[in-house]
């Protein structure tokens, strides 16, 4: 099994940039990784993946051309970089593993789940 850990998170203000960052442990090769966030009162949104086969990456269309999703596997840590953030941003990021590999977009499909890192972009 996969343990998930992000960081990075912060208050930034609007129009700043921010990387989070999301160090795997355990049995990481094979697993997709994804990020999704939570603002308060909605639910859980993908926001990007990157698979382990091949690299390909998805984004969701509101971050597309802002986030870029990368991976590191000599240390075993995906990266979300961030920019042009504004307030709409602003919510819990978490980041999570699939085992299948698929870089879905929907939750159910991942195994595995970090605690989450906030990101607060005042409007």
């Known amino acids: 099994q996969v343990q998930l850990a992000e960081s990075g998170g912060g208050l930034v203000r609007a129009g700043d940039s921010l990387t989070l960052s999301c160090r795997a442990s355990?049995?990481?090769?094979?697993?997709?990784t994804g990020w999704f966030r939570q603002a308060p009162g909605k639910g859980r949104e993908f926001v990007a993946s990157i698979r382990w086969s091949d690299s390909r990456t998805y984004y969701a269309t509101s971050v597309q051309g802002r986030f870029t999703i990368s991976r590191d596997n000599a240390k075993n840590t995906v990266y979300l970089q961030m920019n042009s953030l504004n307030s709409e941003d602003t919510a819990v990021y978490y980041c999570?593993?699939?085992?299948?590999?698929?870089?879905?977009?929907?939750?159910?499909?991942?195994?595995?789940w970090g605690q989450g890192t906030q990101v607060t972009v005042p409007s």
């Open positions: 999570a593993a699939d085992s299948y590999d698929s870089g879905s977009s929907a939750s159910a499909e991942y195994d595995s």
């Open positions: 355990g049995h990481t090769a094979g697993y997709a």
